[in-house]
DNA sequence: CGCCGGGTTGAATTATCTCAACCTGGGTGG
DNA sequence: CCACCCAGGTTGAGATAATTCAACCCGGCG
């Protein structure tokens, strides 16, 4: 699988259209994207991302698949930090060695891919670069996103937590062009929200019936729709995150 | 006020002990940490600390007091997301404008300083200074205290919270050099920790009287003693911070 | 066919919240 | 100097959100 996989065009799109959305990018940013992204690796579902990818790698990014940073507790609960959707970077500079309080684990399966071009093209020039700019920005929404965690599970009910969750995942993956607009595929199980929203799976599993029989959502199969996202957006108290970072 | 401080030596010694504990530094270092901390400004309890210290400063730091970043809802609700203690960083690097999405409010009266030297210093040479480094195992360490923030929220309950916190600020304390040993300085009221641990401020009072009676902690004013340390941590899956992050 | 992961449902239980009252000590104005 | 006042802590009791446990259902797959 690795072989096949270095044999093919890795697809930086994710990466390059998210990016796009933090700053402004030329074509010799896109092409040193698309040069940066090398040696992809396949990680099944469930699986730890880090070990997958082999150890050393400064700037590992999740070309596409879910995956997430969890934390799991002595008795086996378990805590979703943050979902790593397709163009984040699942590490990312300043740590050196494996973080030991969390892991990240693929959700689907996923394919991973070393990024340490990309962090050294940062580095260069004091971070003057229109690059690094744009990747302060990208930190400072990563930032914001965990701010956003800790409110949802700190201070609000269950239906916001949901409705709020649902609309990050539908602007994050719409950043990335994945997906646009008010549809999107929901490839993970309800256990997996329930870990990421503080919840039980049968309450999780009640809150998603009840924003459908409110009109909110509709689902089939793993496709979600967002039927009010303003309403949603109401309800939660959800700020987009193009509204959080200072896009100039 | 600010004319007084700034005729007065800044203590800076909780940052210096606190990088201390994050990285090995030289006497070159620690002078320039001494000189990188500039402009002290107070601010009052519960004023916003980046109002008072003013606009474009790039790198703020804590002398004293305590500070919290938070987030408010619309409806009131508020979520501190992290505690900022003597020898923090209010904010660093990065994010150029103030944030949209967080304040930091001081919880008692407090003393910030700019930093921006530091930050300069950290930058050069590509980041491959012995203070740069540290600077980098700080923001780990950061990092890795909101996980913990995560976690506590989602999945634990009111009790294990409680400990969790309490160990959490001891030894952070400890760390910055400040009350070092099982008892603290708790200058914050009863409704900023039930913000913190997205408890109602009656639950944190009953969580904190069961404590007691259990024999864990004693309190006495603002004075907080941890009397039995390990039961705490056992129960509430405290990992040390200095276990988090790789100390070399 | 039969199993199994994942979704759904019901009912009892529990953690936590809300509301409302009361207490206390330190500060303040008369 | 005393009476009041207020912020913050504490208590009780009823209400509610969310959990737990257990069962059942369903579609895919070996």
Redesign the pocket.
């Known amino acids: 699988m690795i072989a096949a996989w270095e044999r093919t065009i890795v697809p930086a799109d994710p990466l390059v259209r998210r990016l796009s959305a933090f700053g402004s990018l030329g074509p010799a940013e896109i092409d040193l994207l698309r040069d940066a992204i090398q040696r992809p690796v396949s990680v099944a579902s469930r699986f730890e991302v880090s070990t997958a990818a082999g150890k050393g790698r400064q700037a590992l990014l999740l070309v596409s698949g879910w995956a997430a940073r969890q934390r799991v507790l002595a008795d086996g609960r378990r805590q979703i930090i943050s979902f790593v959707l397709p163009g984040d970077f699942v590490s990312f500079s300043l740590h050196r060695e494996p973080l030991r309080y969390a892991s990240t684990v693929a959700l689907t399966p996923a394919v991973v891919a070393e990024a340490d071009m990309l962090l050294e093209a940062c580095i260069a020039q004091d971070y003057a670069t229109p690059l690094a700019s744009t990747m302060r920005t990208v930190a400072a929404a990563e930032d914001a996103l965990l701010a956003h965690q800790v409110t949802r599970l700190g201070r609000?009910?269950?239906?916001e937590?949901m409705s709020h969750l649902l609309l990050e995942l539908r602007e994050r993956l719409s950043l990335a062009g994945i997906e646009p607009g008010d549809s999107f595929t929901l490839p993970?199980?309800?256990?997996m929200l329930?870990d990421a929203l503080?919840?039980?799976?049968?309450?999780?599993?009640?809150?998603?019936?009840q924003l459908r029989r409110d009109g909110l959502i509709r689902?089939s199969g793993m496709k979600v729709t967002l039927v009010d996202a303003a309403a949603l957006a109401a309800l939660s108290d959800y700020v987009p995150i193009t509204r959080l970072v200072g896009r100039s």
């Open positions: 609000q009910t269950a239906y937590r993970i199980i309800q256990e329930a503080g919840l039980s799976v049968v309450h999780t599993n009640r809150t998603l019936q689902m």
